[in-house]
């Protein structure tokens, strides 16, 4: 396991905290995460159930449970990043090496860095209607920038792909200015996004992709 | 992957060469990392036979799909 200083923010009060963030994840510490995620994983439900807020109204990634997940590790393809703060792990992604390959010119059928889960820890999201507002923002931004490091360590120059959940599109068409490819049909749908080597070197210069 | 990297001597035939260096120039990638690509592909496909899996080549436009048979 790898570690780097990075920083979040924390919302109440506010201001900037020291944060660690890992990468080369070994299941064993992705099951640790998942069950403290778990019980605050659970309240929400009780909370959403209670208050009777629709289905269509829940956090889309409330019913992951990376403890299934965490298998997938012992493959060479996959990896796992996540960020440690406040003594509870904030944030965790899944990326694939393997398989994955660029769809946008130039690179077209290069490989590429795909993202497979990327997730902040429950008490991160903004749920308007339990009244819950994230602890830390940025855990999403900094694992993302992870990914596309990861690329670039991989000499994929950037490259990174993933399917978005409908509450997270807009973050990666309008935050991160990812290029929206379409809907993909062999992933239920969802909207497939993907950074080009130029786009990933503007962002992590912190310029406008 | 994190880790301590470790370094290797690799034989191969002048057309394992030639292959290595094709698909480097043609992915944008080293040598060494298209040879990591391979492995992690090869393992992954292993892996998917060994539980039972079948692995198929499709073509959508002559709507063809075939099975590799790996033995």
């Known amino acids: 396991m790898s570690t780097q200083s990075v920083e979040l923010i924390r919302l109440d009060p506010s201001e900037i905290v020291a944060a660690t963030l890992h990468a080369g994840l070994r299941p064993s510490d992705v099951l640790v995460v998942e069950h403290a995620w778990a019980e605050h994983r659970a309240r929400l439900i009780a909370g959403l159930s209670t208050r009777g807020v629709p289905r269509s109204d829940w956090p889309q990634s409330l019913h992951w449970n990376w403890e299934a997940k ?15 703060c406040d003594e509870r ?4 992604m899944m990326t694939k ?4 390959m660029a769809t946008l010119a130039p690179d077209v059928g290069k490989p590429l860095v795909y993202v497979d889960f990327l997730e902040t820890a429950p008490w991160n999201w903004r749920i308007s209607s339990l009244g819950q507002e994230p602890q ?19 000499d994929f120059h950037g490259r990174v792909g993933l399917h978005a959940l409908p509450q997270a599109e807009s973050l ?19 909207v497939y996004f993907e950074f080009t080597r130029q786009q990933a070197h503007r962002f992590l210069s912190g310029g406008e992709p | 992957m994190n880790g301590t990297k470790r370094t290797m001597t690799l034989n191969l035939t002048p057309q ?15 040598k060494t990392a298209v040879i990591r690509q391979a492995l992690r592909l090869y393992q992954l496909v292993d892996v998917r036979l060994a539980q039972g899996e079948k692995l198929f080549f499709e073509d959508e436009v002559q709507k063809k799909k075939a099975e590799l048979m790996v033995l």
């Open chain 1, 97 to 100: 090496t393997a398989v994955h």
């Open chain 1, 89 to 92: 792990w904030q944030g965790l």
């Open chain 1, 136 to 154: 830390f923002k940025s855990v999403g931004t900094l694992l993302f920038k992870e990914a596309v490091e990861q690329s670039i360590r991989e």
């Open chain 1, 70 to 84: 965490a298998p997938q590790l012992l493959l060479l393809q996959a990896s796992c990043a996540g960020i440690f």
């Open chain 2, 16 to 30: 394992e060469m030639e292959a290595l260096d094709d698909l480097a120039q043609r992915k944008d990638l080293s």
């Open chain 1, 172 to 190: 990666y068409e309008r935050v991160f200015r990812m290029t929206r490819v379409g809907p993909d049909a062999k992933k239920q749908n969802l």
